[in-house]
């Protein structure tokens, strides 16, 4: 199998169900986003040790594959029952992922600049990413249904690498960077 197709050539992108939408559509920019997103995961996933987190970021990688394949598709496909769907049990698993995680690190008592330790680093680089795909999303669904499931997904996705970079600082002993304003 070859990866070039030659099909994109004109400036347009198949959907899975077979239909043919430009590539600055809404759509395609919103699964292009997800892609990103997964990519920026994979690259602050590098910094993992733990196994119980790398396990756990592994099973979003899968699920933002669920997404981004449920953006890309048409609407006949996800009728059908053609893929697997995010559903409410993910979400929650996200839940449970951010209430254990914010355990170790220190009550928040005010906004934290990105950075810290370089682990910390990528996860708010990839939580930027998951804001800018949920954007993304939000637009595509002011045009087009998207189930409230994917929505509420990235969400909470967000949420997550906020706290997982949190407590990258924390393990790594290193402080979160507080935000002093202008009189700071």
């Known amino acids: 199998m070859k990866i070039y197709t030659k099909t994109g050539d004109e400036g ?6 077979g239909d043919r939408v430009s590539k600055a559509s809404l759509r395609v920019d919103a699964y292009g986003e997800v ?10 996933r590098m910094q993992v040790s733990e196994r119980d987190l790398d396990a756990l970021l592994n099973q979003i990688q899968n699920d933002l594959f669920e997404v981004g394949a449920e953006l ?21 698993a996200l839940e449970r992922a951010i209430d254990r995680y914010e355990e ?21 680089l990839a939580r930027c990413v998951c804001r800018r ?3 993304s999303i939000v637009a595509l669904g002011a045009q087009e249904a998207v ?10 996705l967000s949420d ?11 393990a790594a002993g290193v402080e979160d960077i507080p935000w002093k304003g202008q009189g700071g």
């Open 12 to 17: 347009e992108t198949g959907l899975f169900g």
């Open 35 to 44: 892609d990103e997103l997964n990519s920026a995961i994979g690259w602050a």
């Open 72 to 92: 890309g598709s048409t609407a006949e496909r996800k009728q059908k029952g053609a893929m697997p769907l995010i559903e409410e049990p993910q979400v929650e």
């Open 104 to 124: 170790g690190p220190p009550p928040l008592t005010s906004f934290v600049l990105p950075g810290g330790s370089e682990g910390a680093a990528r996860f708010h």
């Open 133 to 135: 795909a949920e954007r």
């Open 147 to 156: 189930r409230g499931e994917v929505l509420r997904y990235v969400n909470r």
């Open 160 to 170: 997550l690498l906020f706290t997982l970079a949190r407590h990258a600082n924390h």
